[in-house]
Nanobody
């Protein structure tokens, strides 16, 4: 059973960089053909797929967030990381990590991140 767990600060100040980690257990992030994604749900809005890092360490970000998004991984920790720079209150959301891109079979429980001064 693959399990994912998000971790990071729940409160970030405007203009700072949001940084979240996703620790994976029960499966390796280097396993062929899997993509490891970040998704968010702002209050009252739909899910937004932010980006992924693939099994070959290739990355992709949704165009609207591409200039502010960086996704990386640490294979020694079986962990991948989201960094979202220059945050504003509009980046307030529940952030999820998951296995898959636009369709995911395993999800973390989510972490609330609020952008506020």
């Amino acid at each position: 059973q693959v399990q994912l767990r998000e971790s990071g600060p729940g409160l970030v100040k405007p203009s700072q960089t949001l940084s979240l980690n996703c620790t994976v257990s029960g499966g390796s992030i280097t396993t062929d053909y899997y993509y490891w994604s970040w998704i968010r749900r702002p209050p009252g809005k739909e899910l937004e797929w932010i980006g992924y890092i693939g099994y070959r360490s290739n990355t992709h970000s949704t165009p609207s967030l591409k200039s502010r998004t960086s996704i990386s991984r640490d294979t020694s920790k079986n962990q991948f990381t989201l960094q979202l720079s220059s945050v504003t209150p509009e980046d307030t959301a529940v952030y999820y990590c998951a296995r898959g891109w636009t369709t995911a079979d395993y999800w973390g429980q989510g972490i609330q991140v609020t952008v506020s001064s």
